[in-house]
């Protein structure tokens, strides 16, 4: 059996798979690879945003994400009082697909709903949802840093511009550990996950007349970063 190394809860190293070849460190935006060609690599976790481009570019597999799906999620799904939601992103849809032999960019999202229904969640959204909502409180917010900008009366506690996304944790990530004057310009809204997680033990709970702490929210997301947000 490989031994391994648990590197964060998003990315696994296997280094008895490292054929040390320096591929990886070319590749990883952070400088968070460390090792010397010829010499067994690993992962400096402080500097690691969790994107996976070393796990999707190693040539010999030595780097693995950790599967999140585990003995609590089974176990929530076999409990009768705990209502289990799940999203899946729109990029899982079209390529999960492949694995299974369809073409590439084939669009699997029935299958994934009959999928995941069948393994026994109570309800099954779609992530495009929230992405939805959180269009809409970024496009909100930058309209107040406008109005701050111009400097309308009321609006002077938003931030300067320009505003940048906060959707993607690793990009967030980085700026906070790179250039973190950059901070204030990133919408203080949360990304579409976090946003559904948020609506799943509020309105969703209100709106279905569920106890909001019987409610147990699971994703399928299409990136590791995903998996570090969370």
Not at 55 to 60: E, K, S, T
Not at 145 to 157: H, K, Q, T
Not at 179 to 195: E, G
Not at 203 to 219: N, R, W
Request: net charge neutral; aromatic share 8%; charged share 20%.
């Amino acid at each position: 059996m490989l031994s391994s190394i648990v590197l964060s809860n998003g990315i696994i190293q296997v280094t008895d798979k490292c054929k040390a070849c320096d591929h990886c460190t070319s590749i990883c935006p952070t400088h968070a690879i460390k090792g010397r060609l010829g010499e067994k690599h690993h992962i400096e976790v402080r500097k690691c945003i969790n994107c996976g481009q070393c796990l999707i570019n190693c040539p010999f597999g030595a780097i693995n994400d950790v599967s999140m799906v585990d003995e609590r999620i089974i176990k929530a799904l076999k409990d009768p009082n705990k209502f289990v939601v799940v999203q899946e992103a729109p990029a899982v849809r079209v390529a999960l697909g492949e694995e299974f032999g369809q073409a590439p960019g084939t669009n699997v999202k029935h299958k994934m709903y009959a999928a995941l229904r069948k393994l026994g969640f109570d309800k099954v959204y779609d992530t495009e949802f929230t992405a939805d909502l959180t269009i809409t409180e970024e496009g909100t917010e930058l309209i107040y840093r406008v109005f701050n900008a111009l400097g309308v009366p009321g609006y002077e506690d938003f931030g300067p511009l320009p505003q940048f996304t906060s959707c993607c944790p690793a990009w967030v990530k980085y700026a906070e550990d790179k250039y973190p004057h950059v901070l204030p310009h990133i919408s203080t809204a949360k990304s579409p996950q976090q946003m559904f997680g948020a609506i799943s033990k509020t309105y969703l709970a209100e709106k279905l007349g569920v106890d909001p702490s019987s409610i147990y929210s699971v994703s399928v997301m299409p990136c590791t970063a995903k998996k570090y947000e969370c």
